[in-house]
């Protein structure tokens, strides 16, 4: 009996310090929206809620760049083929440290932007607006669905993180794949 308690806490233990060092990514919002007016296209707009680990900050602070990637990618649906690809984006997101001026920067696409502190640069890279998909389309949504995926691209760091990296150290920073509900508006 005595032994089942102990392994029952080990487990709890074990179980809590992994929760601890996971930065998952949870989506708070995310849609798609196919807009004819004013700027015609199919738009990505979303809000996600994760917060850097402090070996991710700790790395951050030491000069590194850290690099996110934003995946969307809209399928039709068919029932006698594969689903086919209709639309997508891939964004990259740069995090970074200058240690002599103490300045994060961050960087989205063609963008960058300096920030005094690391929460103000994450609660920029935290919300997604208008990210352009593809050209407009008479979507019907029931038609159609999308997926999303937001996380720390790991293969660009340098060589050396990349050899001694463990997904349970904090670095695993990972949305998954979740669906995105697709919307039609005029305006």
Do not use: C
């Not at 487990?11 to 007016?37: D, F, H, M």
């Amino acid at each position: 009996m005595l032994l089942k308690k102990v392994v029952l806490a080990a487990a709890l233990v074990l179980s809590a310090v992994g929760q601890a060092y996971s930065a998952s990514v949870e989506p708070v919002t995310a849609e798609i929206s196919a807009q004819r007016t004013p700027s015609s296209g199919l738009f990505f707009n979303g809000e996600f809620n994760f917060e850097l680990t402090d070996e991710l900050m700790d790395v951050l602070l030491r000069g590194i760049t850290l690099s996110f990637v934003l995946e969307v990618e809209v399928e039709k649906k068919r029932w006698y083929w594969f689903d086919r690809d209709i639309a997508g984006a891939s964004e990259h997101i740069r995090l970074s440290f200058n240690p002599l001026t103490r300045k994060y920067k961050l960087s989205i696409g063609g963008m960058t932007q300096s920030f005094e502190s690391p929460a103000a640069a994450l609660a920029m890279m935290k919300n997604v607006s208008n990210l352009y998909l593809g050209s407009y389309r008479e979507l019907n949504p029931e038609g159609y669905s999308a997926k999303a995926r937001f996380y720390l691209d790991t293969s660009k760091l340098p060589k050396p993180f990349q050899v001694t990296l463990r997904r349970e150290d904090g670095w695993n920073v990972d949305s998954g794949w979740f669906p995105v509900k697709i919307t039609r508006s005029e305006g």
